[in-house]
């Protein structure tokens, strides 16, 4: 994988690290290192980033929009309502496949999205 001028890292603002932690930890199974109350560092297997408290700006509200992949939408979405995640925008249709927008606990506004028509 090509590192040179590559993102690299990525740090998301959140109202509550701890609780951006639970969520992605058990929704998504990122695995984390806390650096302190204010900081919680993430490895989702591919990348690396952390979460620092502060107040998270949405892509609503003109933040970037980081976009998972799932191979099925209908047992992550089902997880991430289960788990506190908040639907901003329910499944829908675009060029190349579905996808859906939530905000996680800690605010941060995020996308799933599959290559697959239906689940």
Do not use: C
């Not at 892509?59 to 639907?87: K, R």
């Amino acid at each position: 994988m090509k590192r040179e001028r590559g993102i690299d890292y990525v740090e998301f603002a959140s109202r509550d690290p701890a609780a951006s932690r639970r969520f992605f930890e058990q929704v998504f199974g990122w695995t984390f290192e806390d650096y302190g109350p204010d900081y919680t560092a993430f490895d989702d297997g591919r990348l690396q980033g952390g979460f620092f408290r502060g107040q998270p700006l949405t892509a609503s509200a003109g933040a970037a929009l980081l976009v998972l992949y799932a191979e099925q939408l209908a047992p992550v979405l089902e997880q991430v309502v289960a788990h506190g995640g908040e639907l901003v925008k329910p499944v829908f249709a675009f060029p190349g496949g579905r996808r859906f927008q939530f905000l996680e606990p800690g605010g941060n506004e995020l996308a799933v999205w599959s290559q697959r028509d239906s689940d």
